[in-house]
Structures are given as C-alpha cells and as structure tokens.
C-alpha cells in the first residue's frame, strides 16, 4: 500500500482519538473524575473473590450475575502465576474471557496485577520463579528467617515481574485500545512487609544504613506544610534535618523502619507505573490493608499505601493516580476520610460484602466525591431486586449524570448513619439541616425494640437555595431556620413546660419571630440519561410526617425532589 500524506494523518488522527477514548482522571473542582469515553463515570463495582476468575466456566457464570445485580465495573485478577506458567511464555485465555465477558454484559474491568505481591505474600509468582530462590530473593526478618515475600531491593525480581505486567498491559492495548472496556489497573496487591516492619535482606540493610534519597528530602521540605501529621512529626522530632541515614532522619523505631520499607515499595511500583503508562495509558492504582486495631508495622502489613505514609508514596511513586483503602474494619466514615486527600482521590477496590454497602456506596460519593467503591467477594451478594446493593446501585445509575455534574463543586454531602452515629447537623444558606437515622426519631419505638438497625445513608444535594435532591435509604431530614430556635432539649431547661414524644422529653419555648422554613413539596422523581428529572409520584401526610420531614424508609432506596419555602 501506498502511504499519502492523507492516510498517514488519518491514521494519526485516528490513534490520538484512540488515546483520548482510553478512561482517564480529570480535575472537576475540589474532585478528581474517573473519565470513560468522554463522560464522567462512577464506578458501581464489586472485586471477584480471588480464586473466581481462574476457570473460564467461573468466569462465564459470574458475570451474567454481576450484570444483574446492576454493576457497571468488575475488579478481576490477572493471575501472573497462570499467565506464565512456563518462563516467557505467556497465557492470556483467561484474560481475553474476562474482557469477553465484560462486553457482553455491559460491564467494565479493572484488572488486578497479582505479581510479586499479593497480601504481602508472593503467592502468585509462578512456580519457577518461587523454586529459583537464589535468582529471586526473599525478603528477611531481623531473625533472619526468609520469607515466601519477594525481595523489593532484587533488580531480577523487578526485572521478572516487570516482563510479565508489560505482556499484560502490551496484551490488554492490543486487544481494548478500541473499545475501552479495561478502565483502570491496580499494581500489585496490598503490598507489604509482614512479621517484621521491614526486609532485613543484605541489600536493605545497606540501604538501611545509606543516605535518605535527596528526592524524598527535597519532597519533604517543599510540602512541609501539607505532610501527614504523623511523618511531620516524625521527621520533626529529628529537627527537621536535610541529610542523614533513615534513622537520623526519621528516628529509631518500627514506624521509620516501615518509612524506609514503604520508599523502596514506592519506587518499585512506580517502575512498573512507568511500563504500564508507556503502553497503555489508563489509571494505575495501589490498594492498602488498613493498620486497623492497635497492631504495629509488621503485625499489618508495613508499608503498604497507607495515609501515614501518603508522602513517602506520592514522592516515591507519582505515576500512581490513587493511593486506595481496602475496608474490612469497623469506623468506616473515618476511614474513608483519611483518603480522600487534595492530592488523592478516594476509590475504595474492596470492601466488606455486607447489606450495609448500598448506603456506604451513597455515602463516599456524596461526601468525597469517590471514583468508585467495589464490595470484595461480590460474586457472593443477592442479585435480588430488593437486595440493598441492587437497588442502591439502580438508584445510583440513574443520578450519575447529575452527581458527577456537582462533583467537586461543594454542594453535596453524604449521610452515614449507624448505631454509633445518628445524627448529623448540617448549615446551608441560612437553613440548619438536621439529618438522622430513620430509627432515631422520637415517635418510633422501634430503636428501644433491641433489633439490630440496617445502617442508613444517603446523598444531599443543594440545586438552589429553596431546592434539593435527597437519595439514599434509612434516612429523616428536617429544615429549619438557623436562627429558628423554638425546641430545645428540656434538660436544659428544667422541668417545666415538657412535652413527651416517644420518650424523649421535648419543651417548647416562646417564639421569637422572624421566617420559618417549611417543606413545599417532597415528589419521588426518576433521574432521565440526560440529567433532567421525570416525576413519579408526591409524597406527602403520613410519608413525610405531614410535611414535619423529608424521609426515606429502611429497606427502600429513592431519590427525592424537595422545594422549600418561607412562611412567617
Ligand atoms: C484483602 C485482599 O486484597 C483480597 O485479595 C482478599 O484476600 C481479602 N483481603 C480477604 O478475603
């Protein structure tokens, strides 16, 4: 064939339109967007158990299963043990099955490199390279007890893994660069050090004794102000220095060992970053097991991309677009919050199956403007139409057009309401909102029944002043005036003039003027593809407490029109 300079530009006009088809991030704001062709996306994923993707009949029953429980993403592994069983030779059936798969079932995929690590572990190197010790080295415990851990500070271990995830990333540009089904990659698994806080190697403890890298020193000074508390003290305790080996640096103890562990960590997941961009440029992510219930570096895996060391692995490894939590622990409002960051954006890759995830989902992309969340073992989950998932995932697709254009913009929160936490004040224009758990309120005995409550959570969003979208399950929303200040709480006030609602002593006090807020209307509505609303139906007298509360019952995930208006 005979190239003219016309088919040359329109094969480059083509391959850039390609690339810019592929998902990436975009700043929208205080929020950072996940992009698939060319819109917004929330990812509604599940992550398969990790043994679920390994048979092709597994992965034909699935998926079937993951569309009709109303998923758009499905986080699956790419096992490097099965892709090259035999060195340099390589196996994508089961990778090409997922992507398959995917398409057909309207879903998107975000791969899961398990190389080198896994849990910490190197359980899914493949054999040859786990018999050929000498060539791959362990990492070591200060006892000198080798580990089934890969040794970060190995070139041949980099070297290894480093072809295989090129092979799959060359593998996955070759077969989706059109279509886009791929969406993100996460690298590696919950990598970290186990038993003790770091590798105790020949080569880490040389590096142990080393300089600290200029780099990371030059990273600490310029954004000194920004650090995590805990690495500002920690290098502050040492006076802040500029020069030193890690323990001069960053002080004696397990945390600067994990400090030292995260920065090689770092750098050799931001090689394999590097790979990953240069031939298939989609966003790269690294998930973290949490340092939940007192244990120390090395009790959970040390060094992983935990918040504490945030800035260890955002000097160390900037080809990573997100630093994620994995969530298995109680406090999830306060997990969440440690990262969703100015400089990283909040994606949760798994999180406990539980009925309680159809609210968590309203919640982190109402208050942190998530790229996704994904319960783990998601093949487990009802596909009931009535399952809490199913349902909040529906709801959620259906308001993804209109969440995704207030992102970042501080109009929306999010609701959390459990056991511990049932209530939840917030201020808007002039108006003080007063959000509860469905069971908190004091006509309903249900709460003193001893039933075990559903969490309850939802989404608030301000279109105007007198104007606001109100989705999610278990939730009570009142509006009243700032200055409105007619019901107090009568233990403050003595015993006089009490009145008793579902035994909760209430006293009202004299009126002291001025406009009140009052619910207008409360109609259930229908978010269409392009954002607009279509009316369902109007809620009103018993459903919203004779115009007292916006309210949406357990069990039931809606999305609400509320207008207010004054009255004096
Ligand atoms: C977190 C890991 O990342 C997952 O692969 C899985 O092992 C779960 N823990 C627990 O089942």
């Not at 990573?320 to 990283?344: H, S």
């Not at 057009?401 to 939840?424: A, I, V, W």
């Not at 259930?524 to 009316?535: A, H, L, M, V």
């Amino acid at each position: 064939m005979k190239l003219t300079l016309f088919s040359i530009l329109f094969f480059i006009a083509i391959s850039i339109q390609a690339q810019q088809d592929l998902a990436h991030l975009k700043v929208q704001g205080s929020a950072t967007q996940l992009i698939v062709h060319g819109k917004p996306f929330l990812i509604l994923g599940g992550e398969l158990g990790n043994s679920s993707a390994a048979s092709i009949a597994d992965i034909e029953r699935h998926f079937p299963k993951l569309k009709r429980m109303g998923l758009n993403t499905v986080l699956v592994p790419a096992y490097w043990d099965l892709i090259e069983p035999v060195e340099g030779e390589y196996n994508f059936t089961l990778v090409d099955k997922v992507i398959n798969q995917a398409r057909e079932n309207e879903l998107k995929v975000v791969f899961l490199w398990f190389g080198a690590w896994k849990n910490s572990m190197s359980c899914y190197t493949p054999l040859w390279f786990k018999k050929d010790y000498k060539k791959y080295p362990r990492a070591y415990t200060k006892a000198g007890k080798p580990l089934e851990i890969a040794s970060s500070f190995s070139e041949n271990v980099f070297q290894a893994d480093n072809r295989a995830f090129s092979q799959l990333m060359k593998h996955i540009a070759s077969v989706d660069k059109e279509q886009g089904t791929v969406i993100m990659v996460q690298i590696e698994n919950e990598i970290g050090m186990l038993e003790d806080a770091r590798d105790y190697s020949k080569e880490a403890n040389t590096l142990f004794n080393a300089q600290v890298p200029e780099t990371l020193i030059a990273y600490l000074n310029k954004n000194k102000k920004t650090l995590h508390p805990q690495m500002l003290k920690k290098w502050g305790e040492q006076g802040y220095k500029k020069k030193g080996n890690w323990q001069e640096i960053f002080g004696n103890d397990l945390y600067t060992d994990e400090i030292f562990m995260a920065w090689s960590y770092a750098q050799y997941v931001e090689k394999l970053a590097k790979t990953a961009r240069s031939i298939h440029n989609i966003p790269l992510f690294v998930n973290a097991a949490m340092n939940s219930r007192n244990r120390k570096p090395g009790e959970y895996p040390s060094a992983g991309p935990l918040a504490h060391l945030s800035d260890i692995w955002h000097c160390g490894a900037p080809s990573i677009d997100i630093l994620a939590p994995d969530l298995y622990d109680k406090g999830f409002t306060n997990w969440v919050a440690q990262y969703k960051l100015p400089d990283n954006p909040l994606f949760i890759p798994e999180i406990r199956l539980s009925d309680n995830n159809g609210v968590q989902a309203f919640y982190v992309f109402g208050e942190h403007d998530a790229i996704g969340i994904c319960p783990f073992s998601i093949e487990n989950g009802s596909d009931s139409e009535q399952a809490p998932l199913v349902q909040s995932y529906a709801k959620l697709k259906e308001l993804m057009p209109l969440l995704t254009k207030y992102q970042g913009k501080g109009t929306m929160n999010g609701l959390y309401f459990d056991s511990d936490d049932k209530e939840r004040v917030l201020y808007k224009d002039d108006l003080k909102i007063t959000c509860r758990h469905y069971f908190t309120l004091p006509w309903d005995s249900r709460a003193a029944d001893g039933s075990v409550w559903p969490d309850g959570g939802g989404i608030l969003l301000r279109i105007s002043e007198d104007e606001y979208i109100i989705a999610g399950s278990g939730i009570v929303i009142e509006f009243e005036k700032k200055e409105e200040n007619n019901v107090i709480d009568a233990k403050e006030l003595g015993e006089d003039g009490f009145i008793n609602m579902g035994g909760k002593d209430i006293k009202q006090v004299a009126w002291k003027g001025g406009l009140r807020a009052g619910i207008g209307t409360v109609d259930e509505i229908k978010i269409k593809g392009d954002g607009t609303f279509e009316y369902i139906r109007r809620l009103n007298g018993d459903q919203t407490h004779q115009g007292r509360h916006v309210r949406i019952p357990v069990g039931e995930f809606s999305i609400l029109h509320v207008k207010l208006y004054e009255y004096k």
